[in-house]
């Protein structure tokens, strides 16, 4: 009722623009993470309809767009694995079946105001999820851009299906080599003029007509005599809205898909969170993350009747709404019906876009998944945020994807209880000279002993190296520390940046009045000049 009451004529334009905007690259994207997940085409695109609209109308945030994403594709096609691919009917209705469960799952953590533990998941496990999703993101599209037939089954691990594709598969396609290989010039190079001279971001759609076009134009998409093109084209999508349908529920697919939901639910939330909270960040705007929790479990527990792919808070159609002025969640509804609308209009021309274009906008994709100054930061930040990282990202392509997001969540929260137990709080204080640091309280006996000391040893000089002996609380034994300190007005031991820093004055109020130790329990031993 608020937002009807506040909303007007400039903000519905700069939501229509946004929404069009957005709409240009979710139509390509839906198609090709439908690909991603090994099912039809149409499944995505009607994600980008009906999750985009159901999270729009629920959810919290003014500038997440929902729908498929190439992380939640990937875990599908994980989940899904166990399902004879060829069995399309039985496919499809595990792909229903599993959007019902991912929903499920999201209400119920949002219902019991759960959403707050994914604060103590740490964002190593997200890195390492990354690495591994783009790696086999790039693998899995190998054989659409070669043009040649994946080989091995959904039980198979996935560098097993590789190899067996590259070494035992058909004869390379040159065809659609070339077209796979177009595709990721193109991408690049669009990418670079829509950002080096601010134009629209339609890069992906522009790539896939260029593409479609010219596959048509040298008959590779068009049935030749024996009724098969030269090239694999997308399947042909219904001109039709997505229709209400009821999963078919077949007890023996609950285990199997039991866990592939709860990876989904976990990725998704993360994911549509961390999006949101980084473009409130920007907007200043109060996100209820529980209800935003909510809207992702609606949206796709509808999708799950709607016949269509899971999803959740996508990073580049977010990032483009919110460029593009979005003032409102108006914006992603104006998205939805403009990709219903493309749906009704050009469904008969999607049947020409090769599959090896969209194979080469994955593989662009793929690179541009891992955000690699942050893999490295997090690798060097510390032991336990490496060994994270490569737990789940080993996991991820040995094993499964869903089972490294879980794995990566336990022992996330698991090693965060001990970690923090011993964690410790000390007081900050901001010193005249503009030094945030450690406050460190004085007591007679302890400036007695310090200007003692120095007075002895070193009372000319400008500035002093004091070695003390600390004794870690943590399991006792003495550890020996070398700084150089200066004596603020403040009466207190500061870190100096550099000799010039401290003057006689300086040095001289730091011998009466301050304590050179900087941890509690520290022993000035002596004084060197």
């Known amino acids: 009722m608020g937002l009807a009451l506040n909303y007007d004529l400039l903000k519905g334009r700069h939501d229509v623009i946004a929404g069009l905007t957005v709409a240009a690259i979710s139509f390509p994207q839906a198609m090709a993470y439908a690909l991603i997940a090994g099912v039809d085409p149409r499944f995505g695109v009607y994600s980008a309809i009906v ?5 729009s109308i629920f959810g919290s945030s003014s500038h997440l767009i929902n729908g498929p994403t190439s992380a939640i594709s990937l875990l599908v096609f994980t989940a ?36 707050n533990l994914t604060r103590y998941i740490s964002e190593s496990v997200i890195v390492g999820f990354m690495a591994a999703a783009s790696l086999l993101l790039a693998l899995g599209q190998l054989g659409n851009a070669l043009g040649v037939r994946d080989k091995g089954n959904g039980h198979m691990q996935v560098l097993r299906r590789v190899w ?28 670079k003029l829509v950002q080096r001279f601010g134009l629209p971001q339609i890069d992906m759609l522009a790539v896939l007509i260029i593409t479609a076009l010219a596959a048509y134009l040298a008959g590779w998409s068009v049935p030749g005599a024996n009724g098969r093109t030269a090239v694999s084209v997308a399947a042909k999508i219904p001109r039709s809205l997505p229709s209400p349908h009821i ?6 697919w609950l285990p199997h898909l039991s866990t592939g939901a709860l990876a989904i639910a976990f990725v998704g939330i993360i994911e549509a969170l961390s999006i949101a909270k980084a473009i409130a960040y920007q907007t200043q705007q109060k996100i209820d993350y529980n209800r935003q929790i909510m809207a992702e479990g609606l949206a796709n527990l509808t999708g799950g009747f709607f016949q269509s792919l899971p999803g959740s808070g996508s990073l580049s159609r977010s990032a483009i709404n919110f460029q593009a002025g979005a003032a409102t969640r108006f914006s992603g509804i104006v998205s939805a019906a403009t990709v219903a609308a493309a749906l009704l209009l050009f469904a008969p021309l999607l049947r020409y876009v090769p599959q090896a274009a969209l194979a080469g906008l994955l593989l662009v994709t793929a690179a541009r998944l ?9 690798l060097k930040a510390s032991r336990y945020d490496a060994g994270l990282v490569i ?68 009372s000319s000089a400008r500035h002093r190296n004091w070695t003390a002996i600390s004794r870690s609380s943590a399991n006792g034994s003495p550890m020996t520390r070398s700084s150089s300190w200066y004596c603020g007005s403040s009466g207190y031991a500061t870190p100096m940046l550099s000799a010039s820093n401290a003057s006689s004055t300086s040095c001289a109020k730091r011998l009466n009045a301050a304590s050179p130790c900087c941890l509690p329990g520290c022993v000035l031993t002596r004084c060197m000049c």
Request: hydrophobic share 50%; aromatic share 6%; glycine share 4%.
């Open 51 to 55: 999750v985009t609209v159901v999270a």
């Open 80 to 115: 899904l694995a166990f399902i004879d691919s060829e069995n399309s009917k039985e496919l499809f209705e595990g792909l229903f079946l599993l959007a019902v469960l991912v929903g499920t799952f999201q209400i119920v953590i949002s219902l019991f105001k759960l959403g």
């Open 164 to 191: 067996l594709t590259l070494t035992h598969g058909d004869a390379i396609n040159y065809r659609a080599l070339s077209l796979s290989a177009a595709a990721v010039i193109l991408a690049v190079v669009l990418r």
């Open 247 to 252: 999963p078919e529920v077949h007890t023996e």
């Open 370 to 378: 891992v955000d690699f100054k942050r893999l490295i930061y997090t």
């Open 391 to 458: 737990i789940t990202a080993f996991t991820g392509v040995a094993i499964d994807l869903d089972k490294s997001v879980l794995l990566g969540v336990i022992l996330s929260i698991l090693l965060f209880v001990p970690r923090a137990a011993k964690l410790k709080a000390k007081e900050l204080v901001v010193t005249p000279e503009r030094v945030v640091r450690d406050r460190i309280r004085v007591t007679r006996r302890t400036r007695r002993s310090s200007s003692m000391t120095s007075k002895a040893s070193c």
